[in-house]
């Protein structure tokens, strides 16, 4: 029987050379095999496994779901490569192991509105992921021109919440913050002070959502007539309007009752 030197078959491939690969006159067990080295597996029938090589993506998901610590984290988001950071399906593998991954999306993703519809679609049952997904969107879609009217204008018109990116100046801009607060009453939250004690702001956020009302300020907390709107629109809105306002309203709710008690008894 031919003897093989382990060294020198190591690569050895038969077809190469022009003759037929050794068969091993007798039989042996595969587990036997299994435990051989590498020529002698070869001789004996079995070739070595071909192992699918690790892609960068794959080394770099495995080290984000490894991390131990937001510094190191981030440390490995911020040197992602450019070619990693504008790669979808990457970028959507890796906000499932966390979303703050998504601040390092490249500049070509930051635009896909799709890509961001299906990041949001992975959390339809988690509102306040999706929330953050879609602030960190339209953080990135402002940018470093957070202090320009037009950019800031057009962006809180598509979504409000992203009033809280706006320079301090546009805060305090009534356009601005009227635009926002009509595509969400709830971005009140990040208007300036001043424009929180505007009346006209705040109407404009209770009729959007009632619950804005907890923005205002204490002054128009305490305003029955703002409060009664907000009421109208959802009687939850009540727990954010000041003590003496809610005492008031109540009473009010009752003479109400009272006078329609009577006048259903007259009938």
């Not at 004996?44 to 699918?52: A, E, L, N």
């Not at 131990?68 to 890796?94: T, V």
């Not at 990135?140 to 037009?150: C, D, I, Q, Y």
């Amino acid at each position: 029987m031919p003897r093989f030197c382990e060294s020198s078959t190591k690569n050895a491939n038969f077809s190469d050379i022009g003759i037929n690969e050794p068969v091993s006159p007798h039989p042996i067990s595969p587990l036997a095999v299994s435990q051989m080295g590498p020529a002698s597996r070869l001789f004996y029938g079995q070739r070595p496994k071909r192992v699918s090589p690790i892609s960068d993506a794959d080394i770099q998901l495995q080290e984000l779901r490894n991390c131990r610590s937001l510094a190191s984290f981030f440390s490995i988001c911020s040197n992602l490569a450019p070619d990693l950071k504008n790669d979808s399906e990457f970028m959507k593998q890796a906000a499932c192991i966390k979303l703050d991954v998504l601040n390092y999306v490249g500049s070509d993703l930051q635009r896909n509105s799709k890509f961001w519809d299906s990041v949001c679609s992975l959390y339809s049952k988690n509102i306040q992921n999706a929330l953050k997904i879609r602030d960190i969107q339209y953080k990135l879609l402002m940018g470093e021109r957070s202090n320009e009217f037009a950019v800031v204008l057009s962006v809180v018109s598509q979504y409000g919440r992203a009033l809280q990116y706006a320079s301090s100046e546009l805060k305090g801009d009534e356009d601005v913050v009227m635009e926002a607060v009509k595509q969400n009453g709830l971005a009140l939250e990040y208007a300036s002070p001043e424009l929180r004690d505007n009346r006209k702001v705040v109407v404009a956020a209770i009729q959007q959502n009632a619950q804005a009302l907890q923005f205002a300020s204490l002054r128009l907390r305490n305003d029955i007539n703002i409060v009664r709107l907000a009421v109208k629109n959802d009687g939850r809105a009540l727990q954010y309007a000041s003590k003496p306002c809610q005492n008031m309203f109540r009473k009010e709710m009752q003479r109400l009752f009272l006078d329609s008690s009577k006048r259903y008894k007259l009938k």
